[in-house]
């Protein structure tokens, strides 16, 4: 049998959960396949004098609840199946945090880090004036994801406006100067810190004994790696693309920020007082106490799944752990905390972002922090509670709660 493709995968955990919920066969197919897909061409110059055509997309999954909202990521691997697995876990996930949002995901086949300033300007301005018919304030919000950042938000913000009138709403992760929000460049990363000092609670966990390894450092790991390292919870790991290191009394954390800062690789750290060189498959099999893939996806798997060590994993990447790699963990009694609730700092510090532009009125950081902490910490008792009362792992009380809410809507809408 062929392995399932990233969209059957979260189909598969959708279909778990529709049965809990105990949801109307004619519901199926509206709420699990995308409203719309868009597949463009992107051609852009060159620097050396070249026309190379990338392809981009954009899926709206479901906007039963509000606008859609999802991330763009420019990676050698996105397609039309990656980016639609992507957006249904952003319709899950707003909902789950009881936004008003719906979900959508958009991405560029590219490798940008080989790609100068000026191409990658160029193909992300090409490209959101070929979706911008798609995009709106109260349509769908695009935000940052893999190789993406406040700067290329910043791009997409200029192209539509140039067409549309200004629009700081049009996209959420912007630079401050640009209607973004003190705070959202953290959000994720403090998300992923909110929920696991709140499951470390539940569960009678000491984080101030914990050791935690994080395969990812890139916005979000480094985040959590810095919210952990001023929480005095050791971080003994770290790794980024090219490897990583590890410490067993913990890293030095600020020292890597650093480093990682003038865009070294951390397989270039000096190793010095014990450190060790590891890849990234070592790191997920190291002996710790809770393990945070904060990369790719599918990076915990059939193949690797006995060999976590953690007692909790929790997922600040988008779907880092395949189906069968899930009931591996979960019977060997490893606590999951799910994607869609662990990572879910990032759409709702986007909410707060696009909420401000529409009021054109800034918070304080403390307040925006603040906000997302009583999100976060209310997602996480809901979907344990949820999970508590049916017997059920946090992922499938996770996906639960946001198909209710979103089946509900669709409704009450008149969709069915």
């Not at 959960?17 to 061409?41: F, N, S, W």
């Not at 993406?148 to 539509?160: L, R, S």
Request: hydrophobic share 40%; charged share 25%; aromatic share 8%.
């Amino acid at each position: 049998m062929p392995p399932l493709s990233s969209y059957e995968m979260v189909n598969a955990y959708f279909d778990e959960a529709a049965q809990l919920v105990r949801l109307k066969d004619e519901l199926y197919e509206v709420l699990k396949t995308p409203y719309r897909e868009i597949d463009v061409q992107v051609p852009v110059r060159m620097d050396n004098g070249e026309l190379r055509t990338f392809r981009g997309y954009r899926v709206q999954h479901n906007g039963a609840r509000g606008p859609y909202k999802g991330g763009m990521r420019y990676h050698a691997t996105a397609d039309l199946e990656e980016v639609r697995a992507l957006a249904s876990l952003m319709t899950w996930k707003t909902a789950l945090l009881d936004l008003p949002f719906g979900g959508a995901k958009g991405g560029i086949t590219c490798d940008p880090t080989g790609m100068s300033p000026r191409e990658v300007e160029a193909m992300t301005r090409r490209f959101t004036l070929a979706i911008s018919h798609v995009l709106g304030v109260n349509r769908d919000i695009p935000a940052p994801d893999v190789n993406t950042n406040a700067q290329v938000m910043a791009w997409m913000m200029d192209a539509y406006s140039s067409r549309y009138g200004y629009s700081p709403a049009i996209v959420t992760g912007k630079p401050v100067d640009l209607g973004g929000a003190p705070g959202r460049e953290a959000a994720t990363g403090r998300g992923v810190v909110y929920v696991l000092v709140a499951a470390a609670k539940l569960w009678g966990i000491d984080l101030s004994t914990a050791r935690v390894a994080i395969q990812g450092f890139g916005n979000v790991g480094s985040w959590v790696a810095r919210e952990l390292h001023n929480g005095g919870i050791a971080v003994v790991a770290l790794s980024d693309v090219s490897g990583g290191v590890s410490h067993p009394k913990g890293l030095n954390v600020p020292a890597l920020l650093d480093w990682a800062s003038g865009r070294r690789p951390l397989c270039e750290v000096k190793q010095t007082g014990g450190v060790d060189r590891i890849s990234n498959e070592e790191l997920l099999s190291l002996e710790c106490d809770v393990l945070i893939p904060a990369a790719l996806g599918e990076v915990i798997n059939e193949a690797n799944a006995e060999r976590v060590r953690a007692s909790v994993v929790v997922e600040a990447a988008n779907n880092p752990t395949t189906p069968e790699a899930d009931k591996i963990m979960g019977d060997r009694g490893i606590k999951v905390v799910p994607d869609v609730l662990a990572n879910a700092g990032g759409v709702t510090g986007s909410y707060f972002e696009w909420a401000q532009n529409i009021q054109q009125f800034r918070w304080k950081e403390e307040r925006f922090n603040q906000e997302l902490e009583d999100a976060m910490v209310r997602a996480f008792a809901a979907t344990a509670d949820f999970a508590d009362r049916h017997g059920v792992s946090l992922r499938r009380a996770a996906f639960a709660i946001g198909i209710e809410r979103v089946a509900r809507a669709s409704r009450l809408r008149g969709y069915v």
